[in-house]
């Protein structure tokens, strides 16, 4: 979720388009690229949903190098209305929300070093494109994601932190089951080889998914996840974007939050 507040700079650096709106990238974030899509691409086989596979056939991402928005933009207009938003890589809070309220998918234009395959700070554009996109080319995804934008804009500050649990839980780390068995639409998820085969093992613990629940559960951005929010079907995001959400966090706020399944940062890192 590019969500953080740009309190202080980031450590990473966004690539600027030129005035026809390409972006030039080296050959050494090109083969991070590649390096990335074959690992994840195997990883991914068997535990994905469907509308994630079609999402990604549709978008048909190069492998051998980083792809230009324009392209990934064109796929998202004509399936779902949506395209990209080329961001640095820290935006304010309400700049993800307008962005997301518009249809517009905020996406950082950095890469991560070879140094940090598994793991980095801040979402790069391989976590933006390859784990979010394919998403959001399905009808039920890109309306909750829309929604959940309009939402943020109007919402108090302590309402959007309630709202982040709820994005934490489904967009970056959701799980579905299907006829197929359970698979994986989170794009925190999708993009992680670790995350990919942590999430669907016996290690978490899997609930059905519930807003309430979801809204008042603690996480940590820098760990395994310990839980999992599974839903039925991506209808249920169809179904809950036409709910009272704001109602939800109400409620979510009254009853307070759930005892945190995860060591502090401070004990975890001792």
């Keep these: 979720m590019n969500d953080k507040p740009a309190k202080k700079p980031s450590k990473y650096q966004a690539h ?3 005035a026809d709106g390409f972006i030039q990238y080296s050959d050494t974030e090109h083969s991070t690229w590649q390096t990335l899509m074959q690992r994840q691409l195997g990883m991914i086989e068997g535990r994905v949903c469907q509308e994630y596979l079609d999402g990604l056939e549709r978008l048909a991402l190069p492998e051998d190098r980083i792809p230009q928005l324009k392209d990934i933009d064109r796929v998202l207009l004509k399936s ?35 140094e940090e395959l598994d793991y980095l700070q801040e979402p790069d554009i391989f976590h933006e494109i390859f784990g979010h996109c394919p998403m959001l080319t399905n009808p039920s995804f890109a309306e909750f994601t829309a929604t959940y934008g309009k939402l943020g804009l109007a919402a108090s500050k ?21 006829p197929a068995g359970r698979r994986i ?14 999430s669907l093992s016996d290690v978490p613990t899997h609930h059905p998914f519930d807003p309430v629940d979801a809204l008042r559960t603690p996480y940590r951005i820098d760990i395994l996840q310990p839980l999992y929010y599974v839903i039925d079907d991506l209808r249920t995001l169809h179904d809950l974007a036409n709910r009272d959400i704001m109602a939800l966090v109400h409620e979510a706020m009254r009853l307070g939050l759930f005892a945190p399944t995860f060591e502090p940062k401070q004990a975890a890192n001792a």
Excluded at 160 to 167: H, P, S
Excluded at 185 to 198: A, D, F, R, V
Aim: proline share 8%.
């Design 16 to 18: 600027q388009p030129d």
């Design 80 to 114: 779902t209305g949506w395209q990209t938003a080329q961001v640095p890589a820290l935006i304010p809070f309400n700049t993800f929300f307008e962005l997301l309220a518009s249809k517009r998918f905020p996406v950082a234009t950095f890469i991560r070093t070879p």
């Design 158 to 178: 302590e309402e959007r932190v309630y709202l982040a649990r709820l994005y934490w839980m489904t967009v970056e780390f959701g799980l579905v089951d299907t």
């Design 185 to 198: 639409y989170g794009g925190g998820i999708i993009s992680s080889p670790k995350e990919t085969l942590h």
